[in-house]
């Protein structure tokens, strides 16, 4: 039997994407030594982080 996760993943998303945007994600997947699942959940993060900046900044200027 397979080990039990403590968080586990049981969601699957799919995405369609070109030649050249996947070229590009091999290229990264190659130079970082990471999975498509990695680079995108690190994605995921920079994004939250950059716009609950940005969120921030216009409560502050507000």
Do not use: C
């Not at 993943?9 to 995405?15: A, D, E, K």
């Not at 050249?20 to 030594?33: A, F, G, V």
């Amino acid at each position: 039997m397979g080990r039990m996760r403590e968080n586990p993943r049981y969601n699957v998303i799919s995405m369609r994407i070109s030649d050249e945007e996947r070229e590009h994600l091999e290229h990264l997947m190659s130079t970082t030594q990471k999975s498509v699942s990695d680079i995108m959940r690190e994605a995921m993060e920079y994004f939250s982080a950059k716009y609950e900046l940005q969120a921030n900044l216009k409560r502050k200027a507000a």
